[in-house]
T-cell receptor, first 111, second 115 residues
Framework: DAKTTQPPSMDCAEGRAANLPCNHS???????VYWYRQIHSQGPQYIIH???NNETNEMASLIITEDRKSSTLILPHATLRDTAVYYC????????????FGKGITLSVRP | NAGVTQTPKFRILKIGQSMTLQCTQD?????MYWYRQDPGMGLKLIYY???????DKGEVPNGYNVSRSTTEDFPLRLELAAPSQTSVYFC??????????????FGPGTRLTVL
């Protein structure tokens, strides 16, 4: 699986959009970008995934650059409950594909 | 649905003791996983199972054993506990089909300390 690079931390103000970047310059054509988050001491939670098109669900939006070498997870209106570690993971979709978690990015939402 | 449940929530072991971490899911998922998370680090895969009777090693299997006799249960066994196994253990499950992706659902974790 391709390696991902995320800054260690960032913060944003409550109610504002949080834009979390991820670099995956060695991504291959059949690898998807996945985002999970882990709120303090809890198990990770799936957020969203995409291949090359931008994706949106009730939690977030995922913007993938045209060359697919980087992506941004957008939380449109961050709340205090969004404070968590966010993991960007690249992997092939399929039955035997497993998740590899790096250190992620710690998002702190301030009041 | 309860989702993925893990027991116990906390445990302290002495070096050399054994224990089994329990994991149960009620979503009829075929895939199940065990991860460990050391402080300040991401999760590392210990073992996984693609269905009852089938298990395979992950990234860090040494010191652990698993079994999968039913779809619902995936226990993790520590035979001779060592301080290096002090960690938080997460169980997860997913319904995976060939060529597709389905999200992994995680349990609340078991916090294990080996002294």
């Amino acid at each position: 699986d391709a390696k991902t690079t995320q800054p260690p931390s960032m913060d944003c103000a409550e109610g504002r959009a949080a834009n979390l970047p991820c670099n995956h310059s060695t991504i291959s054509g059949n690898e998807y970008v996945y985002w999970y988050r882990q709120i303090h001491s809890q198990g990770p939670q799936y957020i969203i995934h995409g291949l090359k098109n931008n994706e949106t669900n009730e939690m977030a939006s995922l913007i993938i650059t045209e060359d697919r070498k980087s992506s941004t997870l957008i939380l449109p209106h961050a709340t205090l409950r969004d404070t968590a570690v966010y993991y960007c993971i690249v992997r092939v979709a399929g039955a035997n594909s497993k998740l590899t978690f790096g250190k992620g990015i710690t998002l702190s939402v301030r009041p | 649905n309860a989702g993925v449940t893990q027991t116990p929530k906390f445990r302290i072991l002495k070096i050399g003791q054994s224990m089994t971490l329990q994991c149960t899911q009620d979503m009829n998922h075929n895939y199940m996983y065990w991860y460990r998370q050391d402080p300040g680090m991401g999760l590392k895969l210990i073992y996984y199972s693609v269905g009852a009777g089938i298990t395979d090693k992950g990234e860090v299997p040494n010191g652990y054993n698993v079994s999968r006799s039913t779809t619902e249960d995936f226990p993790l066994r520590l035979e001779l506990a060592a301080p290096s196994q002090t960690s938080v253990y997460f169980c997860a499950s997913s319904y995976s089909t060939s060529g597709g992706y389905n999200e992994q659902f995680f349990g609340p974790g078991t916090r294990l300390t080996v002294l």
